[in-house]
Nanobody, 123 residues
Framework: QVQLVESGGGLVQPGGSLRLSCVGSGFTLDHYAIAWFRQAPGKEREGVSCISSSGDRSYYSSSVTDRFTISRDNRKNTVYLQMNSLKPEDTAVYYC????????????????WGKGTVVTVSS
């Protein structure tokens, strides 16, 4: 089966860190750019980050650019999102998805994504 599975979410205090993982199966992950996007209750979907298929290009939204880092290990079929200095406004369900390439909104060309992992930043 072709799927992406996110993991690594949880409850953290403001200023804390989490590392999210996105594992692909049923397809060759290194053929695709992989993006992270998030959605908080009552808010629109927001692109967070995107990494090219080879890993030589990465992009970030302005809200996370100084705090988050995206990376990939194609041998493990995995993309990571390291999140540091977390803020309450980062609270959301985080999803990863595949695209032919990173689009303007990161997620706008996705044809597959996972069920998400919940990140809650609260004291």
């Amino acid at each position: 089966q072709v799927q992406l599975v996110e993991s690594g979410g949880g409850l953290v205090q403001p200023g804390g860190s989490l590392r999210l993982s996105c594992v692909g199966s049923g397809f060759t992950l290194d053929h695709y750019a992989i993006a992270w996007f998030r959605q908080a209750p009552g808010k629109e979907r927001e692109g967070v980050s995107c990494i090219s298929s080879s890993g030589d290009r990465s992009y970030y939204s302005s809200s996370v650019t100084d705090r988050f880092t995206i990376s990939r290990d194609n041998r493990k079929n995995t993309v990571y999102l390291q999140m540091n200095s977390l803020k309450p406004e980062d609270t959301a369900v985080y999803y990863c998805g595949r695209s032919p390439a990173c689009g303007k909104y990161f997620y706008d060309r996705m044809d597959l994504w996972g069920k998400g992992t919940v990140v809650t930043v609260s004291s």
